[in-house]
C-alpha cells in the first residue's frame, strides 16, 4: 500500500500509469534500505558463505545479515548443519528477479559517477 487510498490495486494486477510513481518509489525504498542493494548486488552472482558475504560488503552488520535480510524473501540464508559451521546466503527464486535490475542500476551509477567526474574537471 502506497499511503495514498486511490493508488493502491488489487493484487496481481499491473498498476496503471497513474499507479506508477507510487510503486516505483516502493521498489527503489525497498532497494535502499538497510544496505540491502550491495549484498543483493553481490549475492546477483551466486551463493556467498557468511563470512565471505561479511567481507566483500563491508557496510553491513551481522545483525541485518543474520535477523533483517531472510524477512525480505529475497535472500536466503542455509545452515548446512554439518561438523563445521556453514551458513551462506543466495537469492530466492523472488530476489532472482531482481539481477537484471540490479545490473542496469550498475551500469547507470557507473555512467553517472563518470559523468559527475567530467562535470568536476
Do not use: Y
Amino acid at each position: 500500500m502506497c499511503g495514498n487510498p486511490r493508488l493502491n490495486f488489487q493484487v496481481g494486477t499491473f498498476p496503471s500509469q497513474n499507479e506508477l510513481p507510487c510503486q516505483v518509489q516502493k521498489a527503489v525504498d525497498e532497494i535502499s534500505g538497510q544496505c540491502t542493494a550491495g549484498i543483493w548486488f553481490r549475492l546477483r552472482l551466486g551463493t556467498a558463505l557468511f563470512a565471505d558475504l561479511m567481507r566483500q560488503v563491508l557496510w553491513i552488520s551481522e545483525r541485518v545479515l543474520m535477523r533483517h535480510l531472510p524477512r525480505w524473501a529475497v535472500v536466503q540464508r542455509t545452515d548446512h548443519g554439518s561438523g563445521l559451521p556453514r551458513v551462506d546466503h543466495g537469492l530466492t527464486d523472488h530476489g532472482i528477479t531482481l539481477r537484471p535490475l540490479l545490473t542496469e542500476i550498475g551500469l547507470w551509477g557507473t555512467l553517472h559517477l563518470n559523468r559527475h567526474a567530467k562535470l568536476q574537471k
